[in-house]
């Protein structure tokens, strides 16, 4: 009787730690499925099957395609991005006005640039020079980029207000000018670059933390980005981003759902 007493409670001591090994087999398992969907891996998986997805993408009303990883500077400035951090293959999605979408750690950034006529001050020659106007090609360059170009981006940004993770996108214009009569670049009061980090939620709660004056640059540069572009404008760029995301992930499990019947 004693025995089997004894044997019994070596037994139990084994089930709990034997439990405990197979719980934490488990934990790593479903851990390890999850990481799997992460918005990189799916972005990589369709770009790796992108002729299985092309049609239905293009549906939406974009023109697909593929930037590889690159190993010289590309042409636009805008994908400059990728070849500074040597991230890649990066999914582009151009709407039908020019602007790209790129995906690469889920949506990374939107880059866009348009070019119209408008009349310039000219930057004057003296110090007592008088003021000129000229109607100029006036081109605007447009970046919303994540900040950390290896996060998720954020459907909503809980961070406190005095951390850098609250200001978690940056956006850059470049602006130019050029003569109408014979193409060369101008110098133009208001041209130049313009760039702040805004939070995502609303693109009006902006800061720097570099430089001499950050205050001051980061108000400079919000007026001027603001003058092309608004807060609900920046907006709607980042959203609509993160709508065609989600549409991504969603196409990708329709299609893990079609080949698993």
Same mark, same amino acid.
């Given at each position: 009787?004693?025995?089997?007493?004894?044997?019994?409670? &070596?037994?139990?001591?084994?089930?709990?730690?034997?439990?405990? &090994?197979?719980?934490?087999?488990?934990?790593?398992?479903?851990?390890?499925?999850?990481?799997?969907?992460?918005?990189?891996?799916?972005?990589?998986?369709?770009?790796?099957?992108?002729?299985?997805?092309?049609?239905?993408?293009?549906?939406?009303?974009?023109? *697909?395609?593929?930037?590889?990883?690159?190993?010289?500077?590309?042409?636009?400035?805008?994908?400059?991005?990728?070849?500074?951090?040597?991230?890649?293959? *990066?999914?582009?999605?151009?709407?039908?006005?020019?602007?790209?979408?790129? !995906?690469?750690?889920? !949506?990374?950034?939107?880059?866009?640039?348009?070019?119209?006529?408008?009349?310039?001050?000219?930057?004057?020659?003296?110090?007592?020079?008088?003021?000129?106007?000229?109607?100029?090609?006036?081109?605007?360059?447009?970046?919303?980029?994540?900040?950390?170009?290896?996060?998720?981006?954020? !459907?909503?940004?809980?961070?406190?207000?005095?951390?850098?993770?609250?200001?978690?996108?940056?956006?850059?214009?470049?602006?130019?000018?050029?003569?109408?009569?014979?193409?060369?670049?101008?110098?133009?009061?208001?041209?130049?670059?313009?760039?702040?980090?805004?939070?995502?939620?609303?693109?009006?709660?902006?800061?720097?933390?570099?430089?001499?004056?950050?205050?001051?640059?980061?108000?400079?540069?919000?007026?001027?980005?603001?003058?092309?572009?608004?807060? *609900?404008?920046?907006?709607?760029?980042?959203?609509?981003?993160?709508?065609?995301?989600?549409?991504? &992930?969603?196409?990708?499990?329709?299609?893990?759902?079609?080949?698993?019947?």
């Amino acid at each position: 009787m004693e025995k089997t007493i004894t044997e019994k409670s &070596v037994h139990r001591k084994w089930i709990v730690p034997v439990l405990a &090994v197979f719980l934490l087999m488990a934990v790593l398992i479903i851990w390890q499925c999850k990481k799997q969907e992460t918005e990189y891996f799916i972005i990589q998986a369709i770009i790796e099957e992108l002729p299985h997805y092309q049609s239905e993408i293009e549906s939406w009303g974009y023109e *697909v395609s593929v930037l590889p990883k690159m190993t010289e500077e590309p042409d636009n400035a805008g994908l400059m991005r990728y070849y500074w951090k040597s991230a890649g293959p *990066v999914l582009i999605l151009e709407d039908q006005c020019g602007g790209m979408y790129c !995906f690469y750690v889920g !949506f990374d950034q939107y880059i866009s640039e348009r070019t119209y006529i408008e009349n310039m001050m000219l930057l004057p020659a003296g110090q007592y020079a008088e003021k000129e106007y000229e109607d100029v090609l006036k081109t605007v360059r447009l970046q919303l980029r994540k900040r950390n170009i290896k996060q998720e981006p954020l !459907f909503e940004n809980t961070a406190d207000a005095e951390s850098k993770d609250r200001y978690d996108v940056s956006v850059l214009i470049e602006i130019t000018a050029e003569s109408l009569e014979d193409g060369d670049e101008l110098s133009v009061v208001g041209g130049g670059f313009f760039e702040t980090n805004y939070c995502s939620n609303n693109f009006e709660e902006c800061r720097l933390w570099n430089g001499i004056d950050p205050a001051s640059a980061n108000s400079y540069s919000d007026r001027n980005i603001k003058q092309e572009y608004s807060a *609900v404008q920046l907006l709607e760029y980042y959203r609509q981003g993160l709508e065609l995301q989600n549409r991504l &992930v969603g196409l990708y499990h329709e299609r893990q759902e079609e080949d698993g019947r």
